[in-house]
């Protein structure tokens, strides 16, 4: 009789640890959840990161505050600027005179003077002319490609305001984007695009931490290629009949970065 009572109770044991597990390990995700982890430290670093906030409960010391009051980022050391800076872009940036002397590629790193309102949108308009890269068959296709991935989507890939967000098979974007081809775009200094990217407009918001200090203007260079198509014009690494502000390269071969402030 003992017997079968330790076999009931120990299929009842077994049941409930079933049941358990079930509850525990079928967890799915959703919302604020990722749902069950069967190894968190696949999935959850157990080393401390620079400037990379990463608690979990699970395998990382202490409470949310301690840790963020440890790894939380923090500003530079005063009068140091970071590794590829690259300030005004003088002539030969990239090139190098000395053997030992190492490369590197301007990053998006650079000073900008001008405030996110309305008087530091106007001077930038009226301040930033000249695009310090020339205009190459390179840099063209690197903005074509960059266009597409964080303009088009809104702007069209044509740049007329018609993008993927706002097709008429039930898009969702609120309110027309601009138009980047039309006549009023056409004539804007460099310094009005470049001032949207790097502090946002309306309700396009700023794309400086994604597009490094050459990629904003080679995106530049390819907006005013879809004007020059818009407009009959001509705009390559050989002539430019849309402007007179923004200079092809001609028959250089080198890197536009070499090019930059020539």
């Known amino acids: 009789m003992l017997s079968k009572m330790n076999r009931v109770k120990q ?4 049941i409930a640890f079933v049941a358990m597990l079930a509850v525990t390990s079928c967890q799915q995700p959703g919302g604020n959840s990722t749902g ?3 190894m968190p430290d696949m999935a959850h670093s157990i080393a401390y990161e620079a400037n990379y906030y990463n608690y979990y409960y699970n395998n990382t010391w202490g409470s949310k505050d301690e840790y963020y009051a440890f790894v ?9 600027i970071p590794r590829g800076f690259a300030g005004e872009m003088p002539s030969g940036y990239a090139e190098s005179d000395q053997s030992n002397s190492i490369v590197i590629p301007p990053n998006g790193s650079v000073p900008y003077y001008y405030d996110n309102d309305d008087a530091g949108r106007e001077k930038a308009i009226a301040e930033i002319i000249d ?3 020339p205009i190459t068959t390179e840099g063209l296709r690197r903005g074509k490609e960059l266009y597409d991935i964080f303009c088009g989507i809104c702007h069209g890939e044509k740049g007329d305001g018609v993008g993927y967000l706002v097709r008429e098979d039930g898009g969702v974007y609120p309110v027309q984007p601009a138009i980047l081809t039309n006549e009023d775009f056409t004539a804007a200094s460099n310094g009005r695009i470049y001032h949207s ?3 946002g407009i309306n309700l396009m918001g700023p794309y400086k931490d994604k597009l490094s200090y050459e990629e904003r203007w080679q995106v530049i260079h390819y907006i005013r290629s879809l004007q020059a198509v818009a407009n009959d014009k001509i705009y390559d690494q050989y002539t430019n009949t849309l402007n007179t502000v923004d200079k092809p390269a001609g028959d250089a071969t080198t890197d536009a970065i070499s090019q ?3």
């Open 11 to 14: 299929h009842i044991y077994t």
């Open 36 to 38: 069950s982890e069967f």
């Open 72 to 80: 939380q980022p923090r500003l530079p050391v005063a009068g140091t």
């Open 131 to 133: 695009n310090p890269f």
């Open 197 to 199: 990217i790097m502090h």
């Open 260 to 262: 930059a402030g020539n």
